[in-house]
Each structure stands twice: as structure tokens, then as C-alpha cells.
């Protein structure tokens, strides 16, 4: 992944991850918690497709106007992955022992954790 999204970029791209369709500018603004200007989801739009996060899944008329309407070429999944990265990965497993108090859970990640050891030699 290339970068960390903004608030704006990622409410935008959650707009897009929630949609079972493509959204054009309008419609992510309408499909958003958060009140954004016109201008600003266009520049959000703009500043997206120029870095590869989404592209332009169809071309429609909206009010006599013609509007395109994006899809995300990075789904959600990826972007979180991409947040946790290899260290992410460690220090959340780390703070999930360290957090859990169950003797029964910390037994299961302790077989887990032995389970794959094994697979890996």
C-alpha cells in the first residue's frame, strides 16, 4: 500500500468499500456520516484515482450531466493488512496476551502458536 488515507480520503473509500455498485461524487456525499462539499469529494476523488485506490467503474447522467462513478481497486482487507504490516502484526498479537486474562484462551494461543511453529520447521 502506498500510504496512510486522510479522515477525508478514508471516509470516501469507505463510501466506495460499503457500496455494492459504483458512486459517483453525489452519491458518496449522500452515503457519508460525514458533510463534505462538493469540491472537496471531487478533489478526495481526483487525488484517489491519480494514486491507483480506486478507478472509474462507469460513466452515467446525473440531472442532465454526465458523471463518473468509481469503484475501489484496494478493498478494505488489503488496506488493513497493509496498516498492520509485520511489526503491526507482533504488536497486536502482544497486546492481545498480554490483555487477556482467561488461563483457558492463553492455553489455545499457546497451541496455536506451537501448531504453526511445528509447520514452519
Known amino acids: 500500500m ?3 488515507l486522510t479522515k477525508m480520503e ?3 473509500m469507505r463510501a ?3 457500496s455494492d455498485k459504483p458512486l459517483s461524487s453525489r452519491e458518496i456525499m449522500d452515503s457519508s456520516a460525514v458533510e463534505f462539499k462538493q469540491s472537496t469529494v471531487q478533489t478526495v476523488l481526483r487525488t484517489l484515482l491519480k494514486e491507483g485506490w480506486i478507478q472509474v467503474g462507469n460513466v452515467s447522467i446525473h440531472t442532465k450531466v454526465l458523471a463518473r462513478e468509481f469503484i475501489p481497486v484496494v478493498s ?3 488496506y488493513a493488512q497493509s496498516l498492520l504490516g509485520k511489526k503491526g502484526k507482533f504488536s497486536m498479537a502482544s497486546r492481545l496476551i498480554q490483555q487477556t486474562d482467561n ?3 492463553l492455553e ?3 497451541e496455536l502458536i506451537e501448531k504453526r511453529l511445528k509447520e514452519k520447521q
Open 108 to 110: 489455545r494461543l499457546g
Open 2 to 4: 502506498k500510504r496512510v
Open 16 to 18: 466506495l468499500w460499503e
Open 103 to 105: 488461563v483457558e484462551e
Open 76 to 78: 478494505n482487507e488489503e
Open 10 to 12: 478514508y471516509e470516501v
